[in-house]
């Protein structure tokens, strides 16, 4: 067995490397109603080959629609949807054998033990992954011979990716695919995420986890009621390389904020019980005049606070509800 | 966790065709069939216990067949096997097959290339041979307790009704399965359609001792051909083949009705909410 030495995919801080790849999942106006209700009301997307590609959204905001039109699952109301260079409401076996699949909620075969439920699996595709190393690479070596019915979910869904990946997709969608995971499987989780890009496959990721989604997106999409709100890199995404940063600090009991040089003053949002928040587009100038005005009083500020908006703090702003 | 993966495949560059693994899926079905020990100990034995308690209490008794009368011990056995291969290709195949769409195990295979004619084969097959097993074990009781026998002339009509019912209860299982949409509703949807059908079709009361109508009602549904075919070729006053070509075109055509609603509505998706 050779391990393969393919190029790692290219990873510039905009994505720029990975232009020159095609795309695996193009979308255009992607439109799907129930019942004249709109879940996915228009959306357009691209992915291309070799990237991690996040897809995120609070519940009932059309993730799992589009990820189960991508798949071949449901059909559109109206758009345009290509994947690996099909029509997935047309796709056949081959187009199948192309793809690895994590659903949001899955139970496996109760009765099979996790290797046979593997090489039951890897029996349905031309070119499978080998059933062991599979097995290694999600960390079910050690439960190979355990009953699937007798799985924690932590393993489950560890088998779930394993089955995903048993007939070496090039595409491979994962629905949330550490929810309820402990701290420790979700961070392995990722490794295996990661490994997987390295290897040349396309993920379609839909997450929960801000953490999970800037931890290993290339791009992230961000859709809220039916529709993509925001769509960059996590650096990006939502202006959030431009947006104000929070400088926080608290003063000395006996120095009061009214004694702020006017400059600093200015940018003060909030002040209580002595702790003053500043937001600032330029923190550095901001520093540098408050650094020069608590010196020249004579006052150290231990707890001095810089903090860039988090991805969560963009995504919230992003998702929230129209009042 | 290892970090090295391997790509295989792919990279000798060859394009292998996609498998159609029908033995492959049987295997496995067949293995989570017996290691479900319970629904296999109780499929089997249900029909032997009615065939006991039955047989007992009509110890003595005799019925009007065909040709003559039989002991009532006699007549149980073809009824009970048309019972228990009722509920081995149509009660448990239609529980498992919501059972699998409901809990999403059909909806993983559809990401996969596997066509649904192996994942319907298989199921299938698993339940023909059952339906022979229960065939067979009740075909030894009937002969080593109550003394009856199948004549020779008339074995293969027995055998042919065996796998023609199984078809078709199979087919209806299907059909049956894709009309019910979550697992809870398919004990009671079995019960409420096979008991009652049992009752008026001959399997626990004799069709000589039911009135008219209920017996008249009973032969536009599939239980009774499939228990009357099996009595035929069973009764040893039956004269030549045992073959009755009336009953096995009437559960032929209910097989095709079962096929047509099974093929159009079969589903990979969960449908409960």
């Known amino acids: 067995m050779e391990a393969v030495s393919r190029e790692p995919a ?26 004249g209700l709109e879940a996915v009301a228009g959306i357009d997307l691209e992915v291309r080959g070799g990237e991690i590609f996040a897809f995120l959204g609070p519940n009932g905001a059309g993730k799992t629609t589009t990820v189960e039109i991508l798949e071949g ?7 345009d949807v290509c994947v690996l260079g099909t029509d997935p409401a047309q796709a056949g076996r081959d187009w199948r054998a192309r793809i690895g699949v994590v659903l949001q909620e899955s139970q496996p075969e109760d009765e099979l033990t996790a290797e046979e439920c593997l090489s039951l699996y890897a029996g349905y595709y031309p070119h ?71 290897l040349g496959k396309t993920i379609f990721l839909t997450t929960h986890y801000m953490e999970e989604a800037e931890r290993l997106a290339d791009r992230i999409a961000v859709l809220a009621a039916g529709r993509i709100v925001a769509e960059g890199t996590a650096a990006t995404l939502g202006g959030r390389d431009t947006e104000a940063s929070v400088v926080s600090f608290t003063l000395p009991p006996d120095v009061s904020a009214a004694d702020l040089p006017p400059a600093l003053a200015a940018c003060v949002t909030r002040t209580s019980n002595g702790r003053v928040e500043a937001d600032t587009r330029s923190p550095l100038r901001l520093v540098g005049i408050l650094a020069g005005w608590a010196q020249a009083r004579g006052i150290d500020l231990p707890d001095l606070d810089v903090r860039r908006p988090t991805l969560e703090d963009v995504y919230l702003q992003l998702t929230r509800e129209p009042r | ?34 290691r479900n020990i319970q629904s296999v100990f109780f499929t089997i034995l249900m029909p032997v216990l009615f065939l006991v308690i039955l047989a007992s209490i ?9 040709g003559g009368t039989i002991k009532e011990s006699v007549y149980y056995v073809p009824g009970l096997i048309a019972y228990g291969l009722i509920t081995a290709a149509f009660s448990n195949l239609a529980l498992s097959v919501v059972r699998n769409r409901e809990s999403g195990i059909y909806k993983r295979r559809r990401a996969t290339p596997l066509p649904a004619s192996v994942v319907i084969a298989s199921r ?35 055998l042919l009704d065996v796998i023609v019912g199984a078809a078709v209860f199979c087919c209806l299982g299907f059909a049956m399965a894709s009309l019910i949409r979550n697992v809870d509703a398919v004990q009671p949807v079995i019960w409420a359609t096979v008991l009652p059908l049992s009752f008026i079709s001959g399997i626990f009361i004799a069709t000589s001792e039911l009135p008219r109508w209920l017996a008249d009602i009973s032969y536009v549904f599939p239980v009774h051909p499939l228990a009357a075919a099996l009595l035929e070729a069973y009764n040893p006053h039956t004269t030549g083949s045992g073959l009755n070509w009336g009953y096995l075109a009437i559960l032929a055509a209910w097989g095709v009705a079962g ?14 909410g």
């Open chain 1, 10 to 35: 290219v990873r510039g801080p905009e994505g720029t490397g990975q232009v020159s790849r095609p795309a695996v999942i193009e979308v255009r106006g992607l439109r799907k109603s129930y019942d």
């Open chain 1, 73 to 79: 699952y449901r059909r559109r109301t109206a758009g």
């Open chain 1, 128 to 198: 499978p992954r080998p059933v062991g190393e599979t097995l290694d690479l999600v960390g079910l070596t050690d439960h190979r011979n355990a009953r699937c019915g007798r799985m924690s979910g932590g393993q489950r869904r560890r088998l779930d990716v394993a089955l995903a990946l048993i007939g070496d997709p090039e595409l491979i969608f994962l629905d949330e695919p550490t929810t309820g995971f402990d701290p420790a499987a979700r961070k392995s989780a990722w490794d295996v995420i990661a490994g997987l890009r390295d």
């Open chain 2, 1 to 34: 966790m290892s970090a090295v993966i391997t790509h295989p495949g792919h990279a000798a560059g060859t394009r292998r065709k996609l498998p159609y693994p029908i033995g492959h899926q049987f295997h496995a079905d067949l293995l989570c069939y017996r």
């Open chain 2, 58 to 66: 009509f110890r003595n008794a005799t019925v009007n067949v065909p």
């Open chain 2, 124 to 158: 299938a097959a698993i339940a023909v041979l059952t339906a022979l097993a229960i065939t067979a074990v009740m075909l030894g009781i009937g002969w080593a307790a109550y003394g009856a026998s199948i004549p020779g002339r008339t074995a293969p009509a027995f």
């Open chain 2, 259 to 272: 096929l047509i609603i099974a093929v159009r509505r079969f589903n990979w998706l969960p449908r409960g």
